[in-house]
C-alpha cells in the first residue's frame, strides 16, 4: 500500500498525522508525507518521503499573522492560507497517486477529498480534535459563541444546521465552488458538516472518554485514541535541563505550543506566577529574554520533548492544543489551559471537565493565572483525577497501530492492498462506533 499522508496545520497538526506516517513505514507501507516546507526536516528525519505543499515563506507569514490567533479572525486567516494553495495541492495529490495509494488527510486537506471524488482514490479523513466534528448534542465550545447546553436539542439543532449554510458555507464555498468548477464539478454545500467528511472513512484521533461520541457525529466516524506523538524518538533531555530537574522540587512548565505570543508579556507573566507562588519553572519559548530579566531558578528551553519532561514537573501551563493535552494526560500532570484561538477552548473545557485542571481564557494576567495555578498545585482531588485519566491513555504506538489498520481495511475492501489483516503481534480492537 502507498499511504499518501496530507498534513495541513500547525506543529501539533502535523505531529498528530506523523505519528500515523510512522505507524504506516513500521507496517512496511510506502509513505509520502505532504505537508508544509518548514516540517521537511522533521518529517525526514521521521524517515518518510517529503513532498511540500506551497512555500515556507507563505506558511511563516500566516502562522505569524496575528489575525490567525485571534478568535474573531481566526478560521478566515487560516482559511486564507489553505484557498490559496487549494488547486496547486490538488495536482501534487493527482501526480502521487498510483494503483496503490490510499490518501489520508488532515482536516483542512480539501484537495484530497477532491482528488477522491473527482478520480475515485481511497481517502480516509483525518479528525485530530472533536471540536471539528459539529455536533448540537455535545456543542463544540468557542470563546465567541457556545451553544448553551440548556437549550432543548431541536434548537440546537435547529441552529446548527443554519450556521453551515449562512456563515461556514460563506466563507469557504466561493473559492472551492470555483476550484470545482475549473475541475468539471458540480458546487457543493454544507461544507464542513457534510462534503468534507469522506464517506470511505473518518479517523477521531482521541479516546471516546475524552469525547463521548454524539448520535448526530458522521456515521463513517470511528475514533483510535491519541497518537501521542511528540518527537520524544528525535531529541534527548539535553544535560542542563536534567541537572536543573534533578536539583529541587518539580518545577511549572510553561508553554505558548506554536501559537504567536508577545514574548516579553510571555515572560513577565510566567515569571511573576513563579516568583508569587514560590516555584521554580521551566519556559518552553522560541522568543528570548528581554534583556534584565531575572532568570533565578528558572530554565528557558525552545523545545524539549513533553513525554520525556511532563512526568517531571508539578503542574503545566499551555495554550490547550490537543497535543499537549494529550501528552499531560498521559503524564498524569495538572494543567491550566489558556486558549487563544480554534480547537483550544473545546480542548480545555473538556480537560476541566474531566477534573485534570482548569480554563482561563486569554488574555491572562499574572494575578488571576496565580490564583488559578495555586488551585491546582498539590490539589487532591486534581491528582487524583489525572491519575485516573492518566490509566485510560494507551501508548502512541497502539492508537497509530489501530488507525493504520482501518486505513489497511479500507485499502483491502477495495483491492490497494493485499497484506494481511493485522501485522501487530496481536489484533487492535475495532475502533468505537459513533451513535450511543
Known amino acids: 500500500m502507498h499511504a499518501l499522508v496530507i498534513a495541513i496545520g500547525s506543529t501539533g497538526d502535523i505531529h498528530h498525522m506523523l505519528g500515523l506516517g510512522c505507524a504506516f513505514r513500521e507496517r512496511g507501507h510506502r509513505v509520502t508525507f505532504v505537508t508544509h516546507p518548514p516540517f521537511q526536516g522533521l518529517v525526514e528525519r521521521c524517515g518518510l518521503r517529503f513532498l511540500g505543499v506551497g512555500t515556507a515563506e507563505h506558511y511563516n507569514a500566516a502562522m505569524n499573522n496575528p489575525a490567525l490567533w485571534n478568535p474573531r479572525t ?16 490538488y495536482d501534487v495529490l493527482l501526480h502521487e497517486c498510483d494503483g496503490e495509494t490510499v490518501m489520508v488527510g488532515s482536516l483542512w486537506a480539501f484537495a484530497a477529498r477532491l482528488v477522491q471524488e473527482k478520480h475515485g482514490v481511497p481517502l480516509v479523513m483525518v479528525q485530530v480534535s472533536p471540536s471539528t466534528v459539529l455536533s448540537a448534542r455535545l456543542p463544540p465550545v468557542h470563546k465567541r459563541f457556545t451553544l448553551p447546553g440548556w437549550l432543548p436539542y431541536p434548537l440546537r439543532a435547529a441552529f446548527l444546521k443554519l450556521v453551515d449554510p449562512l456563515v461556514l ?22 461544507i464542513m458538516t457534510r462534503w468534507m467528511h469522506s464517506p470511505q472513512g473518518v479517523l477521531g484521533l482521541f479516546p471516546d472518554w475524552f469525547a463521548p461520541p454524539q448520535s448526530d457525529w458522521p456515521p463513517e466516524l ?22 536543573f530537574l534533578g536539583a529541587g522540587a518539580p518545577p511549572v512548565v510553561f508553554t505558548s505550543g506554536s501559537t504567536l505570543v508577545d514574548g516579553p508579556a510571555f515572560y513577565r507573566t510566567s515569571l511573576g506566577v513563579l516568583r508569587r507562588l514560590n516555584r521554580r519553572g521551566i519556559l518552553l519559548t522560541r522568543e528570548n529574554a528581554p534583556a ?7 530554565l528557558v528551553r525552545s ?3 513533553m513525554s520525556a519532561l511532563l512526568p517531571r514537573v508539578a503542574a503545566l501551563v499551555h495554550h490547550g492544543g490537543i497535543g499537549t493535552v494529550a501528552q499531560a494526560f498521559a503524564a498524569g500532570v495538572p494543567q491550566l489551559a489558556t486558549p487563544f484561538a480554534h480547537d483550544q477552548f473545546d480542548n480545555a473545557e473538556r480537560m476541566q471537565r474531566l477534573g485534570c485542571g482548569l480554563r482561563l481564557d486569554s488574555p491572562v494576567e499574572a494575578p488571576a493565572l496565580t490564583a488559578a495555578l495555586a488551585r491546582l498545585l498539590d490539589n ?43 501485522l501487530s503481534s496481536a489484533p487492535a480492537a475495532e475502533p468505537p462506533a459513533v451513535g450511543v
Open 74 to 89: 481566526s478560521l478566515a486567516t487560516l482559511w486564507g492560507l489553505i484557498a490559496g494553495e487549494l488547486r496547486g495541492l
Open 169 to 190: 458555507d460563506r466563507l469557504f464555498g466561493p473559492q472551492l465552488n470555483r476550484v470545482r468548477a475549473e475541475l468539471g464539478m458540480a458546487p457543493v454545500s454544507r
Open 222 to 243: 470511528r475514533l483510535t485514541g491519541f497518537p501521542l506523538f511528540d518527537e520524544g524518538g528525535l531529541h534527548r533531555i539535553d544535560d542542563e535541563t536534567e541537572a
Open 292 to 298: 534584565g530579566t531575572d532568570l533565578r531558578d528558572v
Open 303 to 305: 523545545y524539549v520533548p
Open 380 to 422: 487532591p482531588a486534581v491528582l487524583a483525577s489525572c491519575r485516573e485519566i492518566r490509566a485510560k491513555v494507551e501508548p502512541g504506538a497502539v492508537t497509530c497501530g489501530r488507525a493504520a489498520e482501518f486505513v489497511e481495511g479500507l485499502a483491502r475492501q477495495v483491492g490497494r492492498y493485499s497484506g494481511p489483516a493485522s
